[in-house]
């Protein structure tokens, strides 16, 4: 099954989606202790003569929506709202549709007004939807086409491991009516939606409503590849792989641990028959591991497929099977949202009657980004380095970019920037960027920050992430170079490196505020700053060295923004800031001449690698001292290191100061050698095993091994410069706006290495200063460089 195709897809307020709400009526309403608000509504289409021909719908829900069309699910939404804009779903029914009577089913789940549920979906509280569309002469529009009913005997919560997201389950099959998709199905007792004037609160106005800016998510049916282990071995839990049906006797209380092959997220579905009042748990884990320290906080983990000494954690949902299902007609039960799993432990307890269990289905849901980024090379290492980071990167793209699926399922500043780029190397799709950078600069408060993470019903601020969104306008403007959306950020830029201006002291630093308010001055997940939560000692006057260089290093992506923008008396400020600071603080007591290093703060001793490298990215060191400072800093074992967190940080940092032999893939091995599919969060908490921005891979092989990088924004102009490399041969491509870079280099005699570049006329070549034999032949089809290093 192929994600549905997106219609309307500009992001602009239209007619088509001017109408009303509508909801249930509000004696019918039930809620309970559930975080969520649970209802559906049902429609029947009969069509007579079927035309192969679009069948727009466009939907809404407040919060959240998964659109069925005879018994198949075609669409889960809508697109997370951004600041005070909400958006509305297109989605073509058209395919799903057959001759006869066709059965629309749409469930919505409305998040209470208070800080539970999913911490990534805005809300207001007032379960509603929007539909606007009309098929075979059945106005969807208005309540007359739809009956509507709460979902009894189905109750969502916070679970302890998924904390932020709400979306566990207890749901009781017959209560909850689980044959409610069926034609068969009778609705004659349920209601006829009310319109949303008639609801409570209805003097508040519904947000205006945007067509969604984009695609929605894939919907990929996957094979369960194999069993982990299981509690009962005389159960033939094979046969479900086969297609067969498992019985599981009456009185029983078995389970079975399914391996999906490599971490994933999909919507689940299980189907069963007979077995009235058997209870089902089913608990997605990432992975195997010892009993966790704190939950969901600090795990303890090894061998992530290790079953004999670890064990599955997480949050189960449950589900009480009503017994009605026959083999023609088996009982389903799906979670409504997805879930992030490599391992599913399916447990089953049986009542009084044996219950046939005769499918477990997966279906992968991700943003559907086409990828035409390549890279491959001499080194088979390399290449499971490449195919881990695009299956994490892929996991941690939904309807924006997220941190980690299976915890939270929010958009950070600093972790998107590096998604957006590793993104910009896969494909030449940026829908998801724009979104991301749209996120951003709609929070924040007055002080001037965007918020750390956005779309969330929760703030908060984490200075340094607001310069990360700075540098991802930047990168933007460099990879894709659209001039009108970007000028609308400039007094957003402005009002973010103005919070920074304003906490200057006389001698360069960055005074940060304390960490018991609304702030957090989170830098990095390195061991030394565990019990900090992630924040370098900053000594009494709370002198951030850190910080300094990140606003340095923001006010020079600043000027470039500023520059392509036209804006040149800006831009030339902002550099004017940027190398003031540089050489004040490069000078001044951040350094410490006894050990060769720069402190954290303004007194003591050195204390990090992170110091170092945002003195090389800021530009107040260069040249041969840059390289001697990394080379040194990185070997040194008394500063603390950088994580997954910050490598790409690291690495960009040594490449710069041409110290490329520091550069260390070792923990990524690490991590391969202790069976993670996916790239962990961090080796503090060692919380998620699915965080991409450990998928540094995508930007640096691209940009280093092959040498590819941006020389004018919009990648007018691109550079080809190879890093040194220990590499027999690499090729690979790089998208642009233009089309395809393609580079193949091969080692010949001696440290020599051919070069061969082809690149859309469009875009211009420059090659490294040291290279020779350099031919370059153009047509109208592309453009080719050679060259020798």
Not at 57 to 73: C, F, K, P, Q, W
Not at 370 to 397: E, H, K, Q, Y
Not at 514 to 521: E, F, K, L, T, Y
């Amino acid at each position: 099954m192929k994600s549905p195709e997106l219609i309307h897809d500009d992001g602009r307020t239209s007619p088509d989606l001017d109408g009303p709400w509508f909801g249930l009526p509000l004696e019918s309403v039930e809620n309970g202790d559930s975080v969520a608000t649970s209802m559906r509504f049902r429609a029947r289409v009969r069509i007579d003569d079927l035309v192969n021909a679009p069948a727009p719908l466009h939907i809404a829900a407040d919060s959240r929506y998964r659109l069925t069309v005879n018994g198949e699910l075609v669409a889960a939404g809508p697109a997370k709202p951004s600041g005070g804009t909400w958006f509305a779903d297109t989605v073509d029914v058209g395919p799903h549709l057959s001759p006869g009577e066709n059965i629309l089913g749409i469930d919505v789940v409305s998040y209470t007004a208070s800080a539970l549920g999913n911490a990534s979906v805005p809300r207001t509280g007032r379960p509603g939807l929007l539909v606007r569309g009309t098929i075979a002469g059945v106005d969807l529009s208005t309540p007359a086409a739809w009956k509507c009913r709460p979902v009894s005997g189905r109750h969502f919560h916070q679970g302890s491991n998924t904390v932020f997201l709400g979306i566990q389950e207890t749901v009781d099959g017959e209560t909850s009516q689980h044959d409610w998709l069926a034609a068969w199905f009778d609705d004659a007792a349920w209601f006829t939606p009310v319109l949303d004037s008639q609801q409570p609160f209805s003097a508040v106005p519904r947000p205006a409503l945007a067509g969604r800016p984009i695609p929605h998510l894939t919907l990929d049916p996957v094979p369960v590849a194999g069993i982990a282990t299981a509690s009962d071995p005389a159960t033939d839990w094979e046969a479900l792989l086969r297609g067969e049906a498992v019985e599981i006797p009456a009185g029983s209380d078995v389970s079975v641990d399914l391996d999906a092959g490599y971490l994933m997220t999909a919507f689940l579905s299980v189907a069963v028959e007979a077995g009235r009042g058997a209870r089902l748990e089913i608990t997605a884990a990432e992975c195997y591991e010892q009993p966790p320290a704190e939950v969901p906080w600090l795990r303890r983990k090894a061998d992530r497929a290790d079953h004999v000494d670890g064990d599955l954690y997480g949050d189960p949902d449950t589900y009480v099977v009503a017994g009605s299902g026959t083999r023609q007609r088996p009982e389903r039960y799906s979670p409504f949202w997805f879930r992030t799993f490599r391992f599913l432990r399916l447990r089953i307890i049986t009542a009084d009657a044996a219950v046939l269990v005769r499918q477990l289905t997966a279906t992968r849901t991700h943003y559907p980004l086409p990828i035409s980024g390549t890279f491959a090379s001499s080194s088979d290492v390399d290449r499971r380095l490449w195919d881990v980071s695009v299956r994490t990167l892929l996991n941690c793209m939904h309807e924006t970019f997220e941190d980690c699926p299976f915890y939270e399922q929010l958009q950070y500043a600093m972790d998107t920037r590096s998604q957006a780029l590793f993104s910009l190397h896969l494909s030449a799709d940026d829908r998801l960027i724009r979104r991301a950078i749209e996120d951003f600069a709609a929070s924040g408060d007055p002080m001037g920050l965007t918020e750390s993470r956005a779309p969330s019903v929760e703030p908060q601020f984490i200075p340094g992430f607001s310069l990360y969104w700075v540098r991802m306008v930047a990168d933007h403007v460099a990879y894709v170079g659209d001039r009108p959306f970007t000028e609308r950020f400039i007094g957003r830029i402005d009002a973010v490196l103005g919070y920074f201006e304003d906490r200057l002291a006389a001698d360069g630093f960055v005074l940060s505020p304390d960490d018991d308010g609304p702030v957090w001055n989170f830098v990095d997940w390195t061991d030394a700053w565990r019990l900090s939560r992630g924040v370098p000692e900053l000594g009494p006057r709370r002198a951030n060295t850190i910080a300094t260089f990140m606003y340095i290093a923001a006010l020079r992506a600043a000027a470039s923004i500023a520059e392509f923008c036209g804006r040149h008396g800006l831009s030339h400020e902002y550099l004017s800031r940027a190398n003031a600071l540089a050489d004040l603080t490069a000078s001044g007591p951040a350094w410490d001449d006894a050990t060769g290093y720069f402190r954290d703060t303004d007194r003591g001793q050195p204390q990090s690698v992170h110091a170092q490298v945002w003195a090389v990215l800021a530009g107040a060191v260069t040249g041969a001292k840059a390289a001697d400072l990394l080379r040194r800093a990185t070997a040194d074992t008394e500063l603390a290191p950088c994580s997954y967190a910050t490598a790409l940080d690291l690495f960009d940092a040594l490449r710069q100061a041409g110290a490329d032999e520091r550069i260390d893939w070792t923990p990524w091995q690490d991590m391969l050698a202790m069976n993670l599919t996916t790239w962990a969060e961090d080796t503090v908490s060692l919380r998620s095993d699915c965080h991409a921005w450990g998928s540094v891979p995508l930007q640096h092989f691209p940009r280093y091994i092959l040498g590819v990088s941006p020389a004018a924004p919009g990648f007018t102009a691109a550079a080809i410069d190879p890093a040194p490399s220990h590499l027999d041969w690499a090729q690979g491509t790089v998208p642009t706006p233009h089309g395809l870079i393609t580079v193949h280099w091969t080692r010949g005699s001696g440290s020599t290495r051919t070069v061969t570049v082809t690149a859309p006329p469009a875009v211009e070549l420059t090659h490294p200063a040291a290279a020779f034999d350099v031919t370059e032949q153009i047509d109208v089809a592309h453009r080719t460089l050679t060259f020798t290093l």
